[in-house]
């Protein structure tokens, strides 16, 4: 079946820092692929999302490129910053149907 | 923008009793789905309905029912609550999906469940 595997946290960084977080997918057939996002208290709002191999999705400054060879969609930021602090997912959707990761909790110290 | 909303935002239940989470979307989506999120596991899909009239089982439906009401509305009932089912429940939903097709999904602020 499908699966989503990404790396574990929490992730602690300082401001304008680069952030990375790993996204490795297990899947039949051709599916998007999706990070969400979601601050505290709150639920998951769409970060970025890739339809097809060699897409790169991007948003808010985060990027991330389908890579079908790696099977992979690492999200990455160049200069985080404090109000990025949440819990990042990545997902995979496929057969009419969401599959999550874990989740990765990122924070920002000023 | 009021997207998808969800009652209530936060219950208590007592083993054995029911209860019946509500689900709104206002954004003409076919499609609703209901997840619990618990630690370090992600969001795992209890049910789903791929369009009104009709609703499909997920990862974990045991000790669940839902009822898509209209397009609008997608119900969750827990009908013998249990102390394995605290947890944050998120309903969402999302355009026609196709084989080829995978639209994003829109999720509501949650409902946060504890069963003593």
């Known amino acids: 079946g499908n699966s989503v595997t990404q790396m574990e946290g929490p992730v602690t960084l300082s401001e304008e820092a680069f952030l990375t977080i790993n996204c490795t997918y297990t899947?039949?057939?051709?599916?998007?692929l999706f990070w969400y996002v979601q601050y505290p208290g709150e639920g998951l709002q769409l970060l970025l999302k890739?339809?097809?191999?060699?897409d790169k999705g991007s948003n808010k400054g985060f990027e991330a490129t389908y890579r079908k060879e790696t099977t992979s969609f690492h999200l990455e930021k160049g200069s985080v910053q404090v109000s990025d602090s949440a819990v990042y997912f990545c997902a995979l959707s496929a057969n009419y149907k969401l599959s999550f990761g874990a989740g990765t909790t990122v924070t920002v110290r000023a | 923008n009021a997207g998808v909303t969800q009652t209530p935002k936060f219950q208590v239940l007592k083993t054995g009793q029911s209860m019946t989470l509500q689900c709104a979307q206002d954004?003409?989506?076919?499609?609703m789905y209901w997840y619990r999120q618990d630690p370090g596991m992600g969001l795992r899909l209890i049910y789903y309905?791929?369009?009104?009239?009709?609703?499909d089982k997920g990862e974990v439906p045991n000790g669940y029912n839902v009822s898509r009401l209209n397009k609008r509305e997608f119900s969750l009932r827990l009908e013998s609550a249990a102390p394995s089912q605290t947890s944050v429940y998120f309903c969402a939903s999302s355009g026609h999906q196709t084989s080829t097709s995978n639209q994003p999904q829109h999720f509501g602020d949650g409902t946060r469940l504890s069963i003593l």
């Open positions: 309905s791929a369009s009104e009239g009709t609703t």
């Open positions: 954004m003409n989506h076919n499609s």
């Open positions: 899947a039949t057939g051709y599916p998007s």
């Open positions: 890739a339809t097809k191999a060699d």
